[in-house]
Protein backbone atom coordinates (compact mmCIF):
# COMPACT_ATOMS: atom_id res chain seq x y z
CA UNK A 1 0.00 0.00 0.00
CA UNK A 2 1.55 3.58 -0.75
CA UNK A 3 0.61 6.98 -0.28
CA UNK A 4 -0.71 7.07 -3.55
CA UNK A 5 -2.97 4.94 -3.35
CA UNK A 6 -4.34 7.03 -0.23
CA UNK A 7 -4.50 9.61 -2.13
CA UNK A 8 -7.01 8.04 -4.55
CA UNK A 9 -9.72 7.79 -1.86
CA UNK A 10 -9.07 4.57 -0.77
CA UNK A 11 -7.83 4.79 3.05
CA UNK A 12 -5.28 2.79 4.63
CA UNK A 13 -6.74 -0.21 6.98
CA UNK A 14 -6.42 0.88 10.80
CA UNK A 15 -5.18 -1.56 12.84
CA UNK A 16 -4.31 -5.11 11.83
CA UNK A 17 -5.18 -6.22 7.70
CA UNK A 18 -3.93 -8.42 5.73
CA UNK A 19 -2.58 -6.44 2.60
CA UNK A 20 -1.81 -8.23 -0.57
CA UNK A 21 1.65 -7.13 -1.82
CA UNK A 22 1.24 -6.73 -5.44
CA UNK A 23 3.11 -4.32 -7.64
CA UNK A 24 -0.17 -2.99 -9.32
CA UNK A 25 -0.81 0.55 -8.67
CA UNK A 26 -4.33 1.94 -8.81
CA UNK A 27 -3.87 3.73 -12.36
CA UNK A 28 -1.05 2.70 -13.64
CA UNK A 29 -3.08 1.26 -17.23
CA UNK A 30 -4.81 5.00 -17.05
CA UNK A 31 -4.70 7.07 -19.74
CA UNK A 32 -4.39 11.05 -18.01
CA UNK A 33 -4.87 13.62 -20.64
CA UNK A 34 -6.41 17.22 -20.87
CA UNK A 35 -8.96 17.84 -22.96
CA UNK A 36 -9.51 21.59 -23.37
CA UNK A 37 -10.33 22.58 -19.94
CA UNK A 38 -11.44 19.13 -18.87
CA UNK A 39 -9.40 16.61 -17.62
CA UNK A 40 -9.64 12.99 -18.91
CA UNK A 41 -8.59 9.69 -16.53
CA UNK A 42 -9.68 6.79 -17.98
CA UNK A 43 -9.05 2.80 -17.50
CA UNK A 44 -7.55 1.63 -20.51
CA UNK A 45 -9.16 -0.56 -21.93
CA UNK A 46 -12.24 -0.69 -19.63
CA UNK A 47 -13.51 3.11 -21.12
CA UNK A 48 -13.07 2.57 -24.05
CA UNK A 49 -14.59 -0.84 -24.42
CA UNK A 50 -17.20 -0.33 -22.29
CA UNK A 51 -18.03 3.04 -23.69
CA UNK A 52 -17.75 2.84 -27.53
CA UNK A 53 -20.14 -0.40 -26.96
CA UNK A 54 -22.93 1.23 -25.18
CA UNK A 55 -22.16 4.41 -27.98
CA UNK A 56 -22.54 2.35 -30.56
CA UNK A 57 -25.86 0.07 -28.94
CA UNK A 58 -27.43 3.48 -28.46
CA UNK A 59 -27.58 4.09 -32.57
CA UNK A 60 -28.34 0.62 -33.45
CA UNK A 61 -31.55 0.82 -31.26
CA UNK A 62 -32.23 4.11 -32.46
CA UNK A 63 -31.57 3.43 -36.01
CA UNK A 64 -33.12 -0.43 -36.23
CA UNK A 65 -35.85 -0.18 -33.22
CA UNK A 66 -37.95 -2.94 -34.46
CA UNK A 67 -35.22 -5.44 -35.43
CA UNK A 68 -33.71 -4.53 -32.01
CA UNK A 69 -36.93 -5.38 -30.08
CA UNK A 70 -37.24 -8.48 -32.12
CA UNK A 71 -33.71 -9.49 -30.76
CA UNK A 72 -34.21 -7.96 -27.04
CA UNK A 73 -37.70 -10.26 -27.17
CA UNK A 74 -35.48 -13.54 -28.08
CA UNK A 75 -32.99 -12.93 -25.87
CA UNK A 76 -35.74 -12.58 -22.69
CA UNK A 77 -37.60 -16.17 -24.01
CA UNK A 78 -34.44 -17.86 -24.07
CA UNK A 79 -32.45 -16.64 -21.30
CA UNK A 80 -35.72 -17.42 -18.91
CA UNK A 81 -36.98 -20.38 -20.45
CA UNK A 82 -33.06 -21.99 -20.51
CA UNK A 83 -31.80 -20.61 -17.45
CA UNK A 84 -34.21 -20.08 -15.06
CA UNK A 85 -33.01 -23.18 -12.90
CA UNK A 86 -29.63 -21.55 -13.37
CA UNK A 87 -30.75 -17.96 -11.70
CA UNK A 88 -32.74 -19.54 -8.60
CA UNK A 89 -30.03 -21.95 -7.81
CA UNK A 90 -27.42 -19.52 -7.43
CA UNK A 91 -29.76 -16.92 -5.62
CA UNK A 92 -30.24 -19.50 -3.21
CA UNK A 93 -26.80 -20.18 -3.11
CA UNK A 94 -25.99 -16.11 -2.25
CA UNK A 95 -28.70 -16.42 0.80
CA UNK A 96 -26.96 -19.56 2.32
CA UNK A 97 -23.52 -18.12 1.99
CA UNK A 98 -24.53 -15.02 3.73
CA UNK A 99 -26.36 -16.79 6.64
CA UNK A 100 -22.98 -18.58 6.65
CA UNK A 101 -20.70 -15.96 7.25
CA UNK A 102 -22.95 -14.42 10.28
CA UNK A 103 -22.82 -17.61 12.41
CA UNK A 104 -19.27 -18.74 11.56
CA UNK A 105 -16.01 -16.64 13.21
CA UNK A 106 -15.46 -14.76 9.85
CA UNK A 107 -17.99 -12.58 11.24
CA UNK A 108 -15.62 -11.04 13.83
CA UNK A 109 -13.52 -9.28 10.68
CA UNK A 110 -13.64 -5.66 10.76
CA UNK A 111 -14.16 -3.93 7.19
CA UNK A 112 -11.83 -1.37 7.11
CA UNK A 113 -8.59 -3.24 9.46
CA UNK A 114 -9.76 -4.21 13.15
CA UNK A 115 -9.25 -0.46 14.33
CA UNK A 116 -11.37 0.88 11.67
CA UNK A 117 -14.78 2.99 12.71
CA UNK A 118 -18.15 3.65 10.87
CA UNK A 119 -17.56 6.68 8.61
CA UNK A 120 -21.74 7.01 8.82
CA UNK A 121 -24.38 6.89 11.19
CA UNK A 122 -26.57 4.22 11.51
CA UNK A 123 -29.45 6.64 9.88
CA UNK A 124 -27.44 7.44 7.18
CA UNK A 125 -25.91 4.33 6.43
CA UNK A 126 -29.60 2.74 5.96
CA UNK A 127 -30.96 5.68 4.03
CA UNK A 128 -28.01 5.09 1.39
CA UNK A 129 -28.11 1.59 1.14
CA UNK A 130 -32.02 1.27 0.91
CA UNK A 131 -32.62 4.29 -1.23
CA UNK A 132 -29.80 2.98 -3.72
CA UNK A 133 -30.90 -1.02 -3.40
CA UNK A 134 -35.02 -0.59 -3.93
CA UNK A 135 -36.48 3.06 -4.63
CA UNK A 136 -37.53 2.94 -7.96
CA UNK A 137 -38.76 -0.67 -7.63
CA UNK A 138 -40.90 -0.59 -4.26
CA UNK A 139 -42.92 2.17 -5.77
CA UNK A 140 -43.66 0.56 -8.86
CA UNK A 141 -44.27 -2.91 -7.58
CA UNK A 142 -45.51 -2.44 -4.01
CA UNK A 143 -49.29 -2.45 -5.09
CA UNK A 144 -48.96 -4.30 -8.21
CA UNK A 145 -47.51 -6.98 -7.17
CA UNK A 146 -49.11 -8.49 -4.22
CA UNK A 147 -52.91 -8.14 -6.23
CA UNK A 148 -51.53 -9.64 -9.17
CA UNK A 149 -49.64 -12.55 -7.88
CA UNK A 150 -53.44 -13.11 -5.35
CA UNK A 151 -55.30 -13.07 -8.45
CA UNK A 152 -53.90 -13.88 -11.62
CA UNK A 153 -50.46 -14.97 -11.74
CA UNK A 154 -50.63 -18.55 -9.62
CA UNK A 155 -47.41 -18.82 -7.80
CA UNK A 156 -47.37 -22.99 -6.56
CA UNK A 157 -50.60 -23.51 -8.17
CA UNK A 158 -52.73 -21.39 -5.30
CA UNK A 159 -56.19 -20.93 -7.50
CA UNK A 160 -57.23 -17.51 -8.04
CA UNK A 161 -60.11 -15.39 -5.64
CA UNK A 162 -62.19 -14.70 -8.84
CA UNK A 163 -64.16 -16.63 -11.12
CA UNK A 164 -64.51 -16.12 -14.46
CA UNK A 165 -67.49 -13.67 -14.17
CA UNK A 166 -65.37 -11.59 -12.03
CA UNK A 167 -67.02 -12.39 -8.97
CA UNK A 168 -65.30 -13.53 -5.73
CA UNK A 169 -65.15 -17.16 -4.69
CA UNK A 170 -64.90 -16.92 -1.05
CA UNK A 171 -63.41 -20.15 -0.32
CA UNK A 172 -60.32 -18.97 -2.14
CA UNK A 173 -59.69 -15.60 -0.81
CA UNK A 174 -57.39 -16.46 2.26
CA UNK A 175 -55.04 -18.86 0.83
CA UNK A 176 -54.84 -16.70 -2.11
CA UNK A 177 -53.72 -13.27 -0.41
CA UNK A 178 -51.55 -15.18 1.78
CA UNK A 179 -49.55 -16.46 -1.03
CA UNK A 180 -49.80 -12.85 -3.21
CA UNK A 181 -47.80 -11.55 -0.35
CA UNK A 182 -45.41 -14.80 0.08
CA UNK A 183 -44.48 -14.48 -3.17
CA UNK A 184 -44.32 -10.41 -3.79
CA UNK A 185 -42.04 -10.38 -0.40
CA UNK A 186 -40.06 -13.58 -2.05
CA UNK A 187 -38.99 -11.40 -4.42
CA UNK A 188 -37.48 -8.30 -2.46
CA UNK A 189 -36.56 -9.85 0.74
CA UNK A 190 -33.54 -12.17 1.26
CA UNK A 191 -32.81 -13.30 -1.97
CA UNK A 192 -32.34 -9.78 -3.60
CA UNK A 193 -30.15 -8.41 -0.59
CA UNK A 194 -28.13 -11.43 -0.39
CA UNK A 195 -26.89 -10.49 -3.58
CA UNK A 196 -26.13 -7.18 -2.70
CA UNK A 197 -24.42 -8.53 -0.12
CA UNK A 198 -21.62 -10.49 -1.66
CA UNK A 199 -20.77 -7.68 -4.24
CA UNK A 200 -20.61 -5.12 -1.06
CA UNK A 201 -18.52 -7.20 0.86
CA UNK A 202 -16.34 -8.59 -1.68
CA UNK A 203 -15.47 -4.64 -2.81
CA UNK A 204 -15.02 -3.74 1.01
CA UNK A 205 -13.07 -6.59 1.66
CA UNK A 206 -10.52 -6.24 -0.82
CA UNK A 207 -10.39 -2.42 -1.08
CA UNK A 208 -10.40 -1.27 2.45
CA UNK A 209 -8.51 -4.65 4.42
CA UNK A 210 -6.59 -6.01 0.88
CA UNK A 211 -5.30 -2.72 -0.62
CA UNK A 212 -6.63 -3.45 -3.66
CA UNK A 213 -8.75 -0.75 -6.22
CA UNK A 214 -12.33 -0.62 -5.52
CA UNK A 215 -13.69 -2.32 -8.51
CA UNK A 216 -15.20 -5.39 -9.12
CA UNK A 217 -11.88 -7.71 -10.56
CA UNK A 218 -10.23 -6.82 -7.45
CA UNK A 219 -12.33 -9.62 -5.54
CA UNK A 220 -10.68 -12.49 -7.99
CA UNK A 221 -7.13 -11.86 -6.66
CA UNK A 222 -7.21 -14.70 -4.85
CA UNK A 223 -8.17 -16.77 -7.40
CA UNK A 224 -6.76 -15.57 -10.78
CA UNK A 225 -3.60 -13.88 -8.83
CA UNK A 226 -1.31 -11.02 -11.03
CA UNK A 227 -3.94 -11.92 -13.97
CA UNK A 228 -6.95 -9.85 -12.42
CA UNK A 229 -4.80 -7.05 -13.80
CA UNK A 230 -4.75 -8.49 -16.97
CA UNK A 231 -7.68 -9.63 -20.00
CA UNK A 232 -9.41 -11.49 -17.61
CA UNK A 233 -10.04 -8.31 -15.02
CA UNK A 234 -10.82 -6.45 -17.85
CA UNK A 235 -13.50 -8.61 -18.99
CA UNK A 236 -14.70 -8.78 -15.43
CA UNK A 237 -15.07 -5.31 -15.12
CA UNK A 238 -16.63 -4.44 -18.50
CA UNK A 239 -19.35 -7.31 -17.30
CA UNK A 240 -20.15 -5.08 -14.31
CA UNK A 241 -20.25 -2.06 -16.32
CA UNK A 242 -23.03 -3.18 -18.91
CA UNK A 243 -24.54 -5.39 -16.28
CA UNK A 244 -25.05 -1.82 -14.21
CA UNK A 245 -25.67 0.12 -16.82
CA UNK A 246 -28.79 -2.29 -17.94
CA UNK A 247 -29.84 -2.63 -14.57
CA UNK A 248 -30.31 0.92 -14.15
CA UNK A 249 -31.76 1.53 -17.40
CA UNK A 250 -34.43 -0.41 -16.61
CA UNK A 251 -35.10 0.87 -13.55
CA UNK A 252 -35.09 4.25 -14.87
CA UNK A 253 -37.89 3.57 -17.40
CA UNK A 254 -39.80 1.84 -15.07
CA UNK A 255 -39.19 5.38 -13.16
CA UNK A 256 -40.30 7.41 -16.07
CA UNK A 257 -43.43 5.15 -16.83
CA UNK A 258 -44.87 5.41 -13.37
CA UNK A 259 -43.47 9.46 -13.37
CA UNK A 260 -45.65 9.96 -16.57
CA UNK A 261 -49.02 7.97 -15.18
CA UNK A 262 -48.63 9.78 -11.78
CA UNK A 263 -48.68 13.22 -14.19
CA UNK A 264 -51.38 12.10 -16.10
CA UNK A 265 -53.63 11.19 -13.29
CA UNK A 266 -52.92 14.39 -10.94
CA UNK A 267 -52.54 16.91 -14.09
CA UNK A 268 -53.78 15.31 -17.12
CA UNK A 269 -50.28 14.85 -18.85
CA UNK A 270 -50.76 12.68 -21.77
CA UNK A 271 -49.14 9.08 -21.45
CA UNK A 272 -46.59 8.15 -23.97
CA UNK A 273 -43.08 8.40 -25.43
CA UNK A 274 -42.92 11.72 -25.43
CA UNK A 275 -43.66 12.90 -22.25
CA UNK A 276 -41.65 9.76 -20.43
CA UNK A 277 -38.49 11.34 -23.08
CA UNK A 278 -38.94 14.17 -22.05
CA UNK A 279 -39.00 13.00 -17.88
CA UNK A 280 -35.72 10.64 -18.18
CA UNK A 281 -33.93 13.56 -20.14
CA UNK A 282 -35.52 16.46 -17.29
CA UNK A 283 -34.34 13.84 -14.23
CA UNK A 284 -31.12 12.87 -16.02
CA UNK A 285 -30.52 16.67 -15.84
CA UNK A 286 -31.48 17.10 -11.97
CA UNK A 287 -29.04 14.05 -11.74
CA UNK A 288 -26.07 15.87 -13.15
CA UNK A 289 -26.38 18.45 -10.72
CA UNK A 290 -26.32 15.62 -7.88
CA UNK A 291 -23.44 13.77 -9.68
CA UNK A 292 -21.43 17.09 -9.50
CA UNK A 293 -21.75 17.40 -5.77
CA UNK A 294 -20.68 13.79 -4.90
CA UNK A 295 -20.97 11.22 -2.71
CA UNK A 296 -21.99 13.20 1.04
CA UNK A 297 -23.22 16.57 -0.74
CA UNK A 298 -25.39 15.07 -3.47
CA UNK A 299 -26.19 11.06 -2.85
CA UNK A 300 -25.94 11.28 0.53
CA UNK A 301 -28.50 14.27 0.69
CA UNK A 302 -31.10 12.22 -1.39
CA UNK A 303 -31.04 9.22 -0.04
CA UNK A 304 -31.97 11.20 3.47
CA UNK A 305 -34.85 12.79 1.72
CA UNK A 306 -35.95 9.57 0.24
CA UNK A 307 -36.32 8.16 2.94
CA UNK A 308 -37.99 10.80 4.92
CA UNK A 309 -40.94 11.14 2.22
CA UNK A 310 -41.27 7.94 1.98
CA UNK A 311 -41.25 6.95 5.56
CA UNK A 312 -44.31 9.73 5.92
CA UNK A 313 -45.62 8.15 2.60
CA UNK A 314 -45.61 4.66 4.36
CA UNK A 315 -47.32 5.98 7.22
CA UNK A 316 -50.06 8.21 5.82
CA UNK A 317 -51.28 4.83 3.98
CA UNK A 318 -50.47 2.71 6.95
CA UNK A 319 -53.18 5.28 9.27
CA UNK A 320 -55.31 6.20 6.53
CA UNK A 321 -56.16 2.38 5.33
CA UNK A 322 -57.47 -0.44 7.79
CA UNK A 323 -54.65 0.05 10.68
CA UNK A 324 -55.18 -3.28 12.32
CA UNK A 325 -55.83 -5.34 8.59
CA UNK A 326 -52.47 -4.01 7.52
CA UNK A 327 -50.49 -4.74 10.68
CA UNK A 328 -52.33 -8.38 10.61
CA UNK A 329 -51.10 -8.36 7.09
CA UNK A 330 -47.46 -7.71 8.13
CA UNK A 331 -47.64 -10.92 10.14
CA UNK A 332 -49.47 -13.21 7.79
CA UNK A 333 -46.90 -11.86 4.84
CA UNK A 334 -43.96 -12.66 7.04
CA UNK A 335 -44.92 -15.99 8.41
CA UNK A 336 -46.19 -17.09 4.54
CA UNK A 337 -43.11 -16.29 3.24
CA UNK A 338 -40.96 -17.62 5.67
CA UNK A 339 -43.69 -20.91 5.24
CA UNK A 340 -43.09 -20.67 1.12
CA UNK A 341 -39.32 -19.62 1.10
CA UNK A 342 -38.10 -22.97 0.50
CA UNK A 343 -40.59 -24.28 -2.27
CA UNK A 344 -40.83 -20.63 -4.24
CA UNK A 345 -36.92 -21.50 -4.33
CA UNK A 346 -37.10 -24.59 -5.36
CA UNK A 347 -35.45 -24.63 -9.13
CA UNK A 348 -36.33 -27.84 -10.73
CA UNK A 349 -40.03 -29.52 -11.44
CA UNK A 350 -42.01 -26.71 -11.04
CA UNK A 351 -45.38 -26.39 -12.52
CA UNK A 352 -45.82 -22.62 -12.17
CA UNK A 353 -43.22 -21.93 -14.82
CA UNK A 354 -45.20 -18.38 -15.67
CA UNK A 355 -44.24 -17.20 -12.40
CA UNK A 356 -40.87 -18.92 -12.39
CA UNK A 357 -39.77 -17.28 -16.11
CA UNK A 358 -42.03 -14.16 -15.99
CA UNK A 359 -41.34 -13.21 -12.70
CA UNK A 360 -38.38 -14.72 -10.39
CA UNK A 361 -35.95 -15.36 -13.44
CA UNK A 362 -36.24 -11.39 -14.63
CA UNK A 363 -36.12 -10.49 -10.82
CA UNK A 364 -32.71 -12.41 -9.75
CA UNK A 365 -31.48 -11.11 -13.28
CA UNK A 366 -32.46 -7.26 -12.50
CA UNK A 367 -30.98 -7.68 -8.82
CA UNK A 368 -27.39 -9.42 -10.29
CA UNK A 369 -27.79 -6.29 -13.13
CA UNK A 370 -27.33 -3.64 -10.32
CA UNK A 371 -25.44 -5.82 -7.86
CA UNK A 372 -22.34 -3.81 -9.01
CA UNK A 373 -23.75 -1.11 -8.53
CA UNK A 374 -25.43 -1.13 -5.10
CA UNK A 375 -22.80 -3.16 -4.06
CA UNK A 376 -20.06 -0.91 -4.92
CA UNK A 377 -22.02 2.08 -3.29
CA UNK A 378 -22.48 -0.29 -0.04
CA UNK A 379 -19.07 -0.74 -0.01
CA UNK A 380 -17.64 2.24 -0.53
CA UNK A 381 -20.34 3.47 2.70
CA UNK A 382 -19.55 0.56 4.98
CA UNK A 383 -16.18 0.89 6.18
CA UNK A 384 -16.11 0.55 9.74
CA UNK A 385 -18.14 -2.57 10.03
CA UNK A 386 -17.91 -5.84 11.34
CA UNK A 387 -18.92 -8.73 8.92
CA UNK A 388 -21.60 -9.85 10.92
CA UNK A 389 -22.85 -6.71 11.43
CA UNK A 390 -22.85 -5.55 7.49
CA UNK A 391 -24.48 -8.99 6.65
CA UNK A 392 -26.94 -8.40 9.63
CA UNK A 393 -27.88 -4.74 8.47
CA UNK A 394 -27.69 -5.36 5.00
CA UNK A 395 -29.48 -8.40 4.33
CA UNK A 396 -31.78 -8.30 7.01
CA UNK A 397 -33.31 -5.11 8.47
CA UNK A 398 -33.97 -4.27 4.59
CA UNK A 399 -35.59 -7.48 4.30
CA UNK A 400 -38.64 -6.46 6.47
CA UNK A 401 -38.87 -3.04 5.70
CA UNK A 402 -39.87 -4.75 2.23
CA UNK A 403 -42.18 -6.67 3.76
CA UNK A 404 -43.82 -3.83 5.91
CA UNK A 405 -43.40 -2.16 2.50
CA UNK A 406 -45.57 -4.86 0.58
CA UNK A 407 -48.01 -5.27 3.43
CA UNK A 408 -48.65 -1.84 3.82
CA UNK A 409 -49.08 -0.60 0.11
CA UNK A 410 -49.86 -4.16 -1.05
CA UNK A 411 -52.38 -5.10 1.92
CA UNK A 412 -54.72 -1.34 1.42
CA UNK A 413 -54.73 -2.60 -1.93
CA UNK A 414 -55.95 -6.08 -1.72
CA UNK A 415 -58.54 -4.86 0.59
CA UNK A 416 -59.83 -2.48 -1.92
CA UNK A 417 -60.00 -5.22 -4.45
CA UNK A 418 -61.62 -8.01 -2.33
CA UNK A 419 -63.93 -5.28 -0.61
CA UNK A 420 -65.46 -3.62 -3.81
CA UNK A 421 -64.70 -5.63 -6.89
CA UNK A 422 -67.20 -4.16 -8.59
CA UNK A 423 -65.55 -0.41 -8.09
CA UNK A 424 -62.32 -0.67 -6.94
CA UNK A 425 -59.29 1.04 -9.35
CA UNK A 426 -56.88 -0.87 -8.22
CA UNK A 427 -58.74 -4.20 -9.78
CA UNK A 428 -59.73 -1.88 -12.97
CA UNK A 429 -55.64 -1.09 -13.29
CA UNK A 430 -54.34 -4.21 -12.46
CA UNK A 431 -56.34 -7.32 -13.01
CA UNK A 432 -59.11 -5.89 -15.48
CA UNK A 433 -56.63 -4.41 -17.37
CA UNK A 434 -53.00 -4.91 -17.19
CA UNK A 435 -51.65 -0.99 -16.47
CA UNK A 436 -48.69 -1.52 -13.50
CA UNK A 437 -47.62 2.56 -13.72
CA UNK A 438 -50.99 3.49 -12.63
CA UNK A 439 -51.12 0.90 -10.24
CA UNK A 440 -50.13 2.68 -6.92
CA UNK A 441 -52.30 5.85 -8.13
CA UNK A 442 -55.23 3.66 -8.03
CA UNK A 443 -54.67 2.28 -4.71
CA UNK A 444 -54.21 5.83 -3.46
CA UNK A 445 -57.26 6.79 -4.94
CA UNK A 446 -59.28 4.60 -2.53
CA UNK A 447 -57.39 6.87 0.69
CA UNK A 448 -58.44 10.53 1.69
CA UNK A 449 -56.20 13.47 -0.01
CA UNK A 450 -55.56 11.32 -3.19
CA UNK A 451 -54.48 14.01 -5.20
CA UNK A 452 -52.03 15.19 -2.30
CA UNK A 453 -50.52 12.10 -1.85
CA UNK A 454 -50.44 11.42 -5.41
CA UNK A 455 -48.14 14.19 -6.21
CA UNK A 456 -45.86 13.14 -3.07
CA UNK A 457 -46.18 9.23 -5.02
CA UNK A 458 -44.75 11.27 -8.16
CA UNK A 459 -42.08 13.47 -5.86
CA UNK A 460 -40.61 10.36 -4.47
CA UNK A 461 -40.53 8.53 -7.73
CA UNK A 462 -38.87 11.27 -9.44
CA UNK A 463 -36.39 11.60 -6.34
CA UNK A 464 -35.58 7.37 -6.09
CA UNK A 465 -35.30 7.78 -10.08
CA UNK A 466 -32.38 10.82 -9.82
CA UNK A 467 -30.85 8.80 -7.10
CA UNK A 468 -30.22 5.84 -9.17
CA UNK A 469 -29.04 8.12 -12.09
CA UNK A 470 -26.33 9.46 -9.70
CA UNK A 471 -25.04 6.71 -7.64
CA UNK A 472 -25.16 4.40 -10.56
CA UNK A 473 -22.82 7.13 -12.37
CA UNK A 474 -20.67 7.68 -9.69
CA UNK A 475 -20.10 3.72 -9.43
CA UNK A 476 -19.62 2.66 -12.94
CA UNK A 477 -16.84 5.90 -13.16
CA UNK A 478 -14.78 4.35 -10.49
CA UNK A 479 -14.78 1.02 -12.41
CA UNK A 480 -14.02 2.53 -15.56
CA UNK A 481 -11.51 4.86 -14.14
CA UNK A 482 -9.45 2.04 -13.01
CA UNK A 483 -10.28 2.15 -8.93
CA UNK A 484 -10.25 5.71 -8.33
CA UNK A 485 -13.26 6.92 -6.59
CA UNK A 486 -11.72 10.85 -7.21
CA UNK A 487 -12.02 10.67 -11.08
CA UNK A 488 -12.27 13.95 -13.46
CA UNK A 489 -16.16 15.00 -13.42
CA UNK A 490 -17.02 14.80 -17.11
CA UNK A 491 -16.36 11.17 -16.90
CA UNK A 492 -19.43 11.01 -14.56
CA UNK A 493 -21.19 13.33 -16.59
CA UNK A 494 -20.80 10.61 -19.70
CA UNK A 495 -22.13 7.76 -17.77
CA UNK A 496 -24.97 9.57 -16.25
CA UNK A 497 -26.33 10.87 -19.75
CA UNK A 498 -26.03 7.23 -21.41
CA UNK A 499 -27.66 5.81 -18.64
CA UNK A 500 -30.60 8.17 -19.82
CA UNK A 501 -29.81 7.73 -23.35
CA UNK A 502 -30.15 3.57 -22.65
CA UNK A 503 -33.48 3.91 -21.06
CA UNK A 504 -34.63 6.39 -23.75
CA UNK A 505 -33.56 4.18 -26.51
CA UNK A 506 -34.92 0.65 -25.09
CA UNK A 507 -38.25 2.58 -24.35
CA UNK A 508 -38.33 3.79 -28.38
CA UNK A 509 -37.21 0.37 -29.45
CA UNK A 510 -40.25 -1.80 -30.37
CA UNK A 511 -40.38 -4.13 -27.25
CA UNK A 512 -40.67 -0.79 -24.93
CA UNK A 513 -40.67 -2.21 -21.20
CA UNK A 514 -39.63 -5.73 -22.42
CA UNK A 515 -36.37 -4.70 -24.53
CA UNK A 516 -35.62 -2.82 -20.51
CA UNK A 517 -36.34 -6.71 -18.76
CA UNK A 518 -34.62 -8.52 -21.90
CA UNK A 519 -30.90 -6.36 -21.76
CA UNK A 520 -31.17 -7.54 -17.80
CA UNK A 521 -31.83 -10.84 -18.22
CA UNK A 522 -29.05 -10.66 -21.28
CA UNK A 523 -25.98 -8.72 -18.61
CA UNK A 524 -27.09 -10.71 -15.20
CA UNK A 525 -26.76 -14.20 -17.17
CA UNK A 526 -22.94 -14.10 -17.40
CA UNK A 527 -22.83 -12.17 -14.18
CA UNK A 528 -24.26 -14.55 -12.00
CA UNK A 529 -21.29 -16.82 -12.36
CA UNK A 530 -19.02 -14.00 -11.56
CA UNK A 531 -20.80 -13.54 -7.99
CA UNK A 532 -20.95 -17.14 -7.47
CA UNK A 533 -16.77 -17.33 -8.08
CA UNK A 534 -17.19 -14.09 -5.26
CA UNK A 535 -18.22 -16.39 -2.98
CA UNK A 536 -15.19 -18.65 -2.87
CA UNK A 537 -13.10 -15.58 -3.01
CA UNK A 538 -14.92 -13.64 -0.14
CA UNK A 539 -14.17 -17.12 1.92
CA UNK A 540 -10.92 -16.99 0.69
CA UNK A 541 -10.13 -13.14 1.81
CA UNK A 542 -11.72 -13.48 4.93
CA UNK A 543 -10.03 -16.90 6.12
CA UNK A 544 -6.66 -15.13 5.78
CA UNK A 545 -7.85 -11.90 8.06
CA UNK A 546 -8.11 -14.57 10.78
CA UNK A 547 -5.00 -16.20 10.54
Given at each position: MTDETTNQGIPLP????????????IGQDNIETQIGPFGVDIHNPVFLISGLSIVAFVFYTLALPEQAGAVFAWLFA????TFDWFFL???NIFVLFCLLLIVTPVGRVRLGGAEATPDYSYIGWFAMLFAAGMGIGLMFFGVLEPVYHMAVSEPLGVPSPFAEDGNLIPENVEAAKRMGLAATIFHWGLHPWAIYAVVALALALFSFNKGLP???RSAFYPILGERVWGWWGHIIDVLAVFATLFGL???LGFGAQQANAGLNYVFGVPVGPTAQVLLITGITSIALVSVLRGLDGGVKVLSEINMAIAAFLLLFVLFAGPTLLILTDFAVGLGAYLKEIVPLSNPFGREDTGFVQGWTSFYWAWWISWSPFVGMFIARVSRGRTVRE?????????SLVCVLWMAV???VAIDQVLSDPATSAVKANVIDSYNPPLSLFAMLEGLPLASITSVIGIVLVIVFFVTSSDS?????DTITAGGKVDAPVPQRVFWCVFEGAVAIVLLLSAGGLSSLQSMVISTGLPFTLVLLLMCWAIWRGLRAELS
Open positions: EGDATLIETDYEFATKGAALTIATSFIICVLIIPFGGGSLVI
